[in-house]
């Protein structure tokens, strides 16, 4: 099921510089997108989140951007911290016949290292 | 802040044993999921439960699979019979009224092995 891609498997930035996390996705149906960030050995923490109706969406240090003729959104994280070090996961929930479903699709994840 | 918990944090069973897997969703939910992570690969979806009764599952959640919400807190996930190909994390989530239109938080997950 490749309907949410996370192309780059790993990024590393310097402390205080700009990490772009980038998703890709192939069904024009998904109207809503969510990022997570994950640690070892603990779950998925929800992030940040967008709808379709907007292009972008900004909570503190991230924000979020959509662009959907190119089906494409990407995670601005400024500036980064150490702590920001982790698995980040985009995903979006499949659509239903009255709204979205719970079935969230993953993509595989891009490993940000943030380096002091 | 409320949080989704699981237990047992790891759990080593041998292949064709039973096991449950037990989750407790944020008191307010009223969506739950499981899903899964074989090491090395992507977060896939099990199945999620609303209102009592499975709302929608994948094709992984087959026979072997069931879920039960005993009573107003656990939510819980048995495997019949494990294969070895069950060992995965596995991940409980919980949502709010908006379902699939809200955000899903997830608990730290339990470690299934399969020997």
């Known amino acids: 099921d490749q309907q949410v891609k996370q192309n780059s498997p790993s990024l590393s930035v310097q402390e205080g510089r700009i990490s772009i996390l980038n998703c890709d996705y192939t069904?024009?149906?998904?109207?809503?997108f969510l990022w997570y960030k994950k640690y070892p050995a603990e779950g998925p923490t929800f992030l940040i989140s967008i709808s379709s109706i907007k292009d972008k969406n900004e909570d503190g240090r991230f924000t979020v951007f959509l662009n959907k003729s190119a089906k494409h959104l990407s995670l601005h994280i400024v500036p980064s911290q150490p702590g920001d070090s982790a698995v980040y996961f985009c995903?979006?929930?499949?659509?239903?016949?009255?709204?979205?479903?719970?079935?969230?699709?993953f993509g595989q994840g891009t490993t940000l290292q943030v380096k002091p | 802040e409320p949080e989704v918990t699981q237990t047992p944090s790891h759990q080593v069973t041998q292949m064709g044993q039973e096991v449950i897997l037990r989750c407790v969703p944020i008191?307010?939910?009223?969506?739950f999921y499981w899903y899964r992570q074989i090491l090395g690969q992507k977060v896939e979806f099990l199945v999620s439960?609303?209102?009592?009764?499975?709302?929608?599952k994948s094709e992984i959640f087959d026979d072997q699979f069931s879920v039960e919400r005993p009573d107003g807190s656990n939510f819980t996930l048995k495997i019949r019979s494990t294969k070895l190909e069950d060992s995965a994390m596995y991940f409980c989530?919980?949502?709010?009224?908006?379902?699939?239109?809200?955000?899903?938080?997830f608990g730290p997950g339990t470690r299934l092995t399969v020997l």
């Open positions: 439960f609303y209102n009592n009764e499975i709302s929608e």
């Open positions: 989530a919980s949502s709010g009224p908006g379902g699939g239109d809200n955000e899903q938080f």
């Open positions: 069904n024009s149906m998904f109207d809503y």
């Open positions: 008191s307010n939910h009223l969506y």
């Open positions: 995903a979006a929930p499949t659509p239903g016949g009255s709204g979205n479903t719970g079935k969230l699709i």
